[in-house]
């Protein structure tokens, strides 16, 4: 299948700070990706969907304006945690689409996942 | 919007066959049933995908019945390595939107 990854695999950092995570699709184009944050024992919990080229539609209780989303080729999203928090700490695993990607009906490729742990 | 409903958890041992339902009440006529695997610390992993009757690949068994309501995930012969998250999912009628319900955490003892 088609192959999706994520850098870096896991950040500690100081409260206050951001954070970039990037997904990048390696062997396909991307036409839409999804973040997702997953916390311990817990299931996925989709926090944006982006269109190349589009903003990014957040989903209800998601602040745009801290977890800033750019999905600026067919090939990368980035997701900016902005002012980190330690409840921000958390699993964020973002996944990828395409139309040409997969012989199923929009089957998601989901990258590896970042640890995100905020001091 | 629709959910998915799957148990908890389940308990095998190896070698055993392992089915794990899922009830989806509020499916919609255009939605696929889609099957995901995620192992600790580690993104999803598709699994399977159907849309009605039985669907069968290397790895598993999808059985979805005719009024589509649930769908019955089977693992021939479980090992070790088949201990995970098992997410059942379809696609939310406003595109390809995921959504990840509880999922059932399948534990394979030797």
Known sequence: GAVVSQHPSWVICKSGTSVKIECRSLDFQATTMFWYRQFPKQSLMLMATSNEGSKATYEQGVEKDKFLINHASLTLSTLTVTSAHPEDSSFYICSASGTWASDYYNEQFFGPGTRLTVL | ?110
């Open chain 2, 1 to 110: 919007l629709a959910k998915t409903t799957q148990p908890i958890s389940m308990d095998s041992y190896e070698g055993q066959e392992v089915n794990i339902t899922c009830s989806h009440n509020n499916i919609a006529t255009n939605d696929y049933i889609t099957w995901y695997q995620q192992f600790p610390s580690q993104g999803p992993r598709f699994i399977i995908q159907g849309y009605k009757t039985k669907v069968t690949n290397e790895v598993a068994s999808l059985f979805i019945p005719a009024d589509r309501k649930s769908s019955t995930l089977s693992l021939p012969r479980v090992s070790l390595s088949d201990t995970a998250v098992y997410y059942c999912l379809f696609h939310n009628n406003a595109g390809n939107m995921l959504t990840f319900g509880g999922g059932t955490r399948l534990m394979v003892k030797p």
